[in-house]
Nanobody, 121 residues
Framework: QVQLVESGGGLVQPGGSLRLSCAASRRPFNINTMGWYRQAPGKQRELVATITDGGITNYLEPVKGRFTISRDNAKKMVYLQMNSLRPEDTAVYYC???????????????WGQGTQVTVSS
């Protein structure tokens, strides 16, 4: 098995910045697309940003220009740099990755445990 471990959440004032990190606990055969999702209280989980193993990125419209997703394949990590944070960005942020554990394994979705981001003055 492999676990995704997130870090970097916290409380920040509007306009501030945070950087989320997510690391895979072991080196699998392949890590495909990695991404960040978020879920605010009373709302459905939504995709924030994704990045393919080739570096192609995709963003939720409200975060474009403010958030940047990146990955370090050698370190098995994905990052989310969040700038100009707004109160509506408050949510639990989850790391996601499509992983093949072994060459013969099926591609499967893995999720982190979530990290709280609160934007408030």
């Amino acid at each position: 098995q492999v676990q995704l471990v997130e870090s970097g959440g916290g409380l920040v004032q509007p306009g501030g910045s945070l950087r989320l990190s997510c690391a895979a606990s072991r080196r699998p055969f392949n890590i495909n697309t990695m991404g960040w999702y978020r879920q605010a209280p009373g709302k459905q989980r939504e995709l924030v940003a994704t990045i393919t193993d080739g570096g192609i990125t995709n963003y939720l419209e409200p975060v474009k220009g403010r958030f940047t997703i990146s990955r370090d394949n050698a370190k098995k990590m994905v990052y989310l740099q969040m700038n100009s944070l707004r109160p509506e960005d408050t949510a639990v942020y989850y790391c996601n990755a499509g992983i093949k554990l072994y060459s013969y394994s099926a591609l499967r979705d893995y999720w982190g445990q979530g990290t709280q981001v609160t934007v408030s003055s």
